[in-house]
């Protein structure tokens, strides 16, 4: 129940975080003044505490979705099987999410 709550919460947070991108892109075509402005907010602890919560959202909501593709071909749904799927998406969404962001940093 906690992982159905948990996949709806990340897309309704991958919904706004699409306006956010959307923003962005909106202020590059603008104007250089607009850019500069998104990449001020985006580049802000709390802007890009924001799309760490975003990427994170986006693997999460990801992982989730092949979660129920396994479960389209009726497997998976013994309470075993079931909570360990729910503990590997927790890990590898989260260690997903630093890996992106590592590697984000490194080429950066």
């Known amino acids: 129940m906690t992982m159905s709550i948990l996949h709806r ?8 975080g699409t306006l956010l991108i ?13 850019y500069d402005r998104a990449q001020w907010i985006f580049g802000s602890f709390v802007g890009r505490l924001i799309l760490f919560g975003y990427t994170w ?5 990801l992982i989730g979705g092949l979660k129920h593709f396994v479960w389209d071909f009726g497997l998976g749904f013994g309470p075993k099987s079931r909570e360990g799927m ?3 998406s927790i890990a590898l969404s989260v260690g997903l999410t630093l890996v992106v962001w590592v590697v984000g940093y490194a080429v950066r």
């Open 9 to 16: 919460v990340t897309g309704t947070g991958l919904y706004f």
């Open 22 to 34: 959307a923003y962005w892109l909106i202020s590059a075509a603008s104007s250089k003044g607009g």
């Open 57 to 61: 959202a986006l693997i999460h909501h």
């Open 86 to 88: 729910a503990i590997a």
